[in-house]
C-alpha cells in the first residue's frame, strides 16, 4: 500500500478514497485511523463529539477491510469513515439529543438514517454535538461544552448541527448527517466552510430522529464537497415520485443545464446583509454569469413576516412533543436556559396564531413556485452574518443592532417553511478569515439540478479546498 500523511488521507474527498480503497492502495482502517487521530487531537478543544466510538470503529474498518480484499466493495460508501448528529437514534449507542433529560438513552433501533448508511458500508465514528434538542442556531450547549468554529474558536460553529461540521472541517471524518428545521444543516456549513444540503422535505426519512417540529424537519448530508454531499445523500433518499431525475453522483456534469437562469431575488434575502457577505454573494453571481448562465431578478413579494410565521408553528409543534414525552413542564430545571424559554412561549401560543402561519406558508409555497418556473435556482446569502462570538446576543448588521438567532435564522428558514431544497457552499472568507457560504434554491425533488448547479461552481472556484489552520 501507498504511504500517506494523516492529513493527507483526512482530506481526501469519498470519491477519492473510495477509489483508493478500491484499488486497494489505502484500506479503511487507514482511514478510521485518520480521522480518530484528529478526534483525538482536536476534539478537547473543539467539542465536535459527544460519544467517540474508537474501538468500535476499528473493528468495523478490519471488517470492511476483509470484505473489500474478499468480494470488492459493495459501493462506493463502503469503508468511509462518517458521524452523526446525536439526535440520530443508533441501535446500542447513547443518544442524547444535546440534553441533559436524554444523557442516558440508548435506543433499541437504528434511525431510518444510520440504517441506510450502514448498509451502504460506512463506518460510524461517533456522534456529534448539537444545540439541545436541536433548537438554537448557534451551536451554543451548556451540558456538553459548545462546539467551537475552526477557523476561530472564540466563535460559534452554528446550529444546531454545528458538531458535525465543525467534524467534516477538520477531517475528523468525511461526512456526516445532520438535521435542519431553520437552517440547521445550512447554517453551520456556512459557517464552518463545507457544503451541507437541505433536500426537499420528506424525501430523506426522519424516522429514529429526536424531533423539534415534525413539519419543518429535514435531514441531509454535510460533507466538503458537493460530490461527496450527492454521495452520502443518494445512500440515504427515499423514493421519489414518478418523472422526477434521481440524483447521480456520477452524472452530477451531464444533468447540469447549458445555459441554466439563477434567481437574484428582489425582495428579503438582501435587504440586510452584511456587506463582506453580500460582496462575496454579488462575486458568486459574477462568477454564473461568467460560466455562461443568465442572472436575472425574481420577486418573493410576500415573504415579509415569514420568520414570524414560522417561529409560530416550530414553537408550537416543539412545545407539543415536550409535554407529550413528559420532559415539559415537568423537567423544565433541566432544559438550557434558551430552550426552556422558546418551549415556555410555545405553552402562550394562540390557536389562530398557529392556522394564520400555515396560511403564511401556503402563499409563500405559491411565490417561490412563481419564481422558480422562471430560473432554475435562486441564488442567497446561507447566513446574512459571518460567524459571531460565543456568548454574544446581538450583531451590527448594516450598521444597526440585531439579536444573533433572527439575524441567523432570517435567509434559511424560507426553505424549510416550503419544504424547498436547499444547499449551502463556500464562497469566500471575510478579511477576518471567516467561511462565506452561498445558498442556492431549487424546485421541488429538484436535488438533480441543483446539485449540478453547485458543482458548475465548485468546479469553478477553490473555496471548498480551503482547510482551518489548527494551532
Known sequence: MTSHSESELAFLSIKQAARLLRRKEISPVDLVNAALGRIERWNPALHAFLTVLGDPARRQAKLAEREINRCGPRGPLHGIPISLKDNFWTRGIRTTAGSKILADFVPGKDSDVASRLARAGT????KTNMHEFAYGITGENQHYGSSRNPWAPERISGGSSGGSAVAVATGMGFASMGTDTGGSIRIPSSLCGIVGLKPTFGL??????????????????MARSVTDACMIFEATAGKYPKGEMRPDYRKLRKNRPRRFRVGWPKEYFFERVDAEVRRLIEAAAKKFESLGSRVEEVSLPRLAGSIDEATNLVVAEAS???ESQGYYPARAAEYDDDVRERLTSGHGLLAVDYLRAFAKRKVIEEDFAAALKQVDVIIAATSPIPAPPI?????????RPEPVRPTLLRLSRPGNLTGLPAISIPCGFTREGLPVGMQLIGPRWGE?????????YEEATEWHKQHPALN
Open 448 to 456: 438533480a439540478q441543483l446539485l449540478a448547479v453547485a458543482l458548475a
Open 204 to 221: 430523506v426519512s426522519v424516522f429514529g430522529v429526536v424531533p423539534l417540529a415534525l413539519s419543518f424537519d429535514h435531514a441531509g448530508p
Open 320 to 322: 407539543q412533543y415536550h
Open 123 to 126: 463506518i460510524l465514528l461517533g
Open 391 to 399: 456568548g454574544a446576543s446581538e450583531v451590527q448588521v448594516a450598521g
